[in-house]
């Protein structure tokens, strides 16, 4: 786990959001992105080049208190405590951030509740996470879809906002029309990240969710079980010979056409 360009400049857009200055991060995070990048203040270049970003986000992000929990203490982290298990009396922050832990955890809905409950009130939380084509890194890749279910207003949360992004590409992300009535489809050969961020406004235990495929009520369910099926398998294999064609010329054609994504400039979001 470690900061790129990626994660500080969504730490920066949430910041801008609505506003943090205690945060809680699971994962001491290295620093990976260069030091001279136009995202760093020339001030700060010396704190890019640390082994860790705990000094680059304090200072960037102007935070009060940065801690960091991690399972082991390979990392020095501030605390050494497991996620995969619920924790009592955790300590409350008014943000807390995943930036690719989640995929290299198992008992993914138990994190979940765990980074929950380290949040206070009207308080952040913030993930970037695998989402496609990074097979190998971490147990899970995760679908948007699944965060747009979980942090839902019925299960206490608002201003919930879900970007994908091309890992390679440090100039745009696609934010995810999460109002749209049915599943959401992203193909593309890009290495694909998942961004979210959401605010805590009501403490409640997520039990379950489900992912929802809408059908008309006029019909029987079979029947449109049955071609929704059967519509989906010759679609889906003309499509995809569409989509290796496309690949062929541009990565970013896909997202870019995707009616479920608008385009982003990064910059736009955190300047």
């Known amino acids: 786990m470690g900061i790129g360009f990626h994660e500080l400049s969504f730490l920066k857009f949430t910041k801008k959001e609505n506003n943090f200055k205690t945060l809680g991060v699971i994962g001491r995070q290295e620093n990976y992105i ?19 970003s705990d000094s680059l986000l304090s200072n960037i992000l102007g935070l009060d208190n940065l801690k960091s929990y991690d399972v082991t203490a390979k990392d020095n982290p501030s605390e050494i405590l497991n996620f995969n298990f619920l924790i009592n009396k955790p300590e409350k922050f008014d943000a807390f951030f995943d930036g690719g832990s989640l995929q290299h955890t198992f008992n993914v809905p138990i994190v979940m509740q765990n980074i929950s409950n380290h949040v206070k009130i009207g308080g952040s939380i913030i993930h970037v996470v695998s989402s496609n084509n990074l097979c190998g890194f971490g147990f899970y890749q995760f679908s948007p879809e699944f965060f747009i279910r979980y942090y839902s207003e019925k299960n206490g949360f608002k201003n919930t906002n879900v970007f994908v992004a091309d890992y390679d590409d440090n100039e745009i992300w696609y934010e995810i029309n999460s109002n749209v009535l ?6 593309t050969s890009a290495r694909l990240i998942c961004l979210v961020k959401t605010e805590k406004h009501s403490e409640i235990d997520v039990k379950e ?13 079979d029947d449109q079980r049955k071609n929704f099926l059967f519509n989906k398998k010759i679609f889906v294999s003309i499509y995809l010979k569409i989509l290796i064609l496309l690949d062929i010329f541009s990565k970013k054609i896909n997202l870019k056409k995707n009616k479920n994504l608008k385009t982003k400039k990064i910059l736009d979001l955190i300047s």
């Open 182 to 187: 049915k599943n959401i489809s992203i193909n």
């Open 34 to 52: 260069d030091s001279n990048h136009k995202i760093i203040p020339k001030n700060l270049k010396n704190l890019a080049d640390e082994k860790y």
């Open 209 to 221: 969710i489900f992912q929802e495929v809408f059908f008309d009520n006029n019909k029987s369910v």
